[in-house]
């Protein structure tokens, strides 16, 4: 089963598909599936072109649509399915359905395929249903006792929150579901792939605004295909109170989604600290006028729902670092909620204007280190011949007691004692220059100083508008020292 060309990147997501449809032939029981991921992250992309290659059944629920006509939806899709007309009268139970649903996916599904029915936005119909998990638990128990019932059900959904609980603790399906496909945003090479752009210095821009969402791109009005249309693009777009990606709009969204959340007033403002600068629970308290207690609920929330996440200092034992997870949200909280009176007053271009320092500091600083993590992650072990990796990458706090001094070093690889990777990025309008090598050389001292194996270190240094000739002269003369710009970051 060759993914089609128009899914970009999910290579990983479309192998365990295909694995979860193909693996072990087709006369085994009933197989369950999940798949789960923030909306507009190309969940219903992916499932749509699984059931397009082996003729499966899809039906997707609606919301705030009552229980009725949920299964009167459901009911449609399945005679859809057989090119039959739907009688009109009110549907049977689920079930019947969901049995009826199988069935009918076994008989029309062409040989040498695994029958196939996918349920997109399955919280929805739990909303009204919540009784749909026991009956898939007995439908599924039933058939490894040789019911008869086979074929694949894959269950999606955006409420991250309903989707993990459906396999949480005691939880009807736990232990049950053989893909449990969590869909994560694509990588900063794939979203440049997916806007088709060609210039690091535009991708990487676009990339700190948007991130990797594929749903952001046919909302979107054009690609800016140089640093010069840049700024027309985002005040016609993620400024623009009229369209559908709105930044303030779209967060607002995104917080509805999750059923925890019954107050965004709360969450509005957590997120405007962290996206400010408050990094720890009691900071994020104290800039909300709240304690530290009083916010950890919501923050639980955010994290699970992948809008912040929690990074540890690699080499102390300190308190994790809370950063905005999503660059969208990010800009939002930074440049569009605190303008948003004069963005309704359609003044997007000043609003704009006046914000540059705080995206070039606050978002545009912050993600180009965040790149740099992935790219130490995610591409290095290969581009730099490290089939091992180079173990755990993160960020630490170095203290020099020598020089009384305090350094922080924004990429970091640990394996065991072992340190593998040391490395600076910097999103500045200068060049990098010598003094940035000395500085990561004397930190590599400290850190064997303080019994750390430094032997293999790789030294790197990361640059969004390049380096010195001093520089890459002196780096032309150590094998241990990598210099990345964003030509190199992108993979030129």
């Given amino acids: 089963m060759d993914k089609p060309d128009r899914i970009v990147g999910r290579d990983r997501q479309w192998g365990a598909v295909e694995r979860f449809l193909f693996d072990g032939g087709f006369d085994g029981p009933l ?7 923030r909306r507009r992250t190309g969940k219903t992309q992916l499932l749509a072109e699984a059931c397009r290659e082996v003729g499966g059944l899809y039906s997707v629920c609606v919301q705030d649509e009552g229980d009725l006509a949920s299964r009167r939806r459901f009911a449609a899709d399945i005679s859809g399915h057989l090119s039959t007309t739907p009688t009109s009268a009110d549907p049977p139970d689920w079930e019947t359905l969901l049995r009826s649903a199988l069935e009918v996916a076994e008989r029309t599904t062409p040989r040498g ?8 936005e399955f919280p929805y119909a739990v909303a009204h249903a919540p009784e749909l998990p026991s009956i898939l638990q007995h439908l599924y128990d039933r058939a490894q006792r040789g ?4 074929g694949r059900l894959i269950l999606c959904g955006s409420a991250l929150s309903v989707m993990h609980e459906l396999l949480s603790g005691a939880k009807p399906l736990r232990g049950r579901v053989m893909l449990d496909l969590r869909m994560p945003p694509l990588d900063y090479r794939e979203a440049a792939q997916l806007w088709g752009i060609t210039d690091p210095q535009v991708a990487f821009r676009v990339h700190a605004t948007v991130g990797g969402i594929p749903g952001y791109r046919p909302l979107i009005l054009g690609t800016p295909r140089s640093v010069a249309e840049f700024d027309d693009w985002v005040i016609t777009n993620l400024l623009a109170v009229d369209f559908g990606v709105f930044t303030h709009s779209e967060v607002d969204y995104l917080l509805r989604e999750d059923p925890r959340i019954t107050s965004r007033a709360i969450y509005f403002d957590i997120l405007s600290a962290i996206a400010a600068g408050a990094h720890t629970p009691t ?15 919501q923050l639980g929330v955010l994290e699970s729902a992948g809008y912040i996440s929690r990074m540890s200092d690699l ?5 994790p670092t ?50 740099a993590r992935d790219w130490a992650g995610r591409f290095a072990p290969d581009e730099l011949n490290r089939p091992d990796g180079f173990g755990d990458i993160g960020f630490a706090t170095v203290q020099d007691n020598a020089g009384r001094a305090k350094h922080e070093i924004d990429v970091l690889g640990v394996s065991g004692r072992s340190i593998t990777l040391i490395g600076e990025a910097k999103a500045t309008l200068g060049r990098r220059g010598v003094a940035d090598l000395a500085r990561l050389d004397h930190i590599a001292d400290i850190l064997r100083r303080s019994d750390y194996d430094t032997t293999d270190a ?9 380096f010195t000739t001093e520089l890459e002269q002196a780096a032309a003369h150590r094998r241990d020292v990598e210099l990345v710009d964003l030509d190199r970051l992108y993979g030129g």
């Fill in 31 to 37: 197989r369950l599936g999940l798949v789960s991921g």
């Fill in 113 to 120: 395929r695994p029958p196939l029915v996918v349920i997109d």
């Fill in 458 to 466: 790789t030294i790197v240094l990361f640059a969004s508008s390049g």
């Fill in 147 to 150: 019911s008869g019932l086979t």
């Fill in 315 to 319: 080499l102390r034992a300190r308190k």
């Fill in 283 to 297: 900071a994020i308290g104290g800039a909300i006028g709240r304690d530290a207690n009083a916010v950890r609920y």
């Fill in 322 to 371: 809370i950063t905005v997870a999503d660059p969208l949200i990010r800009f939002d909280r930074l440049i569009t909620a605190p303008h948003l009176g004069q963005l309704e007053f359609g003044r997007a271009a000043r609003v704009w204007s006046s914000a540059a320092p705080t995206f070039r500091s606050n978002i545009l600083g912050a993600h180009f280190e965040q790149l």
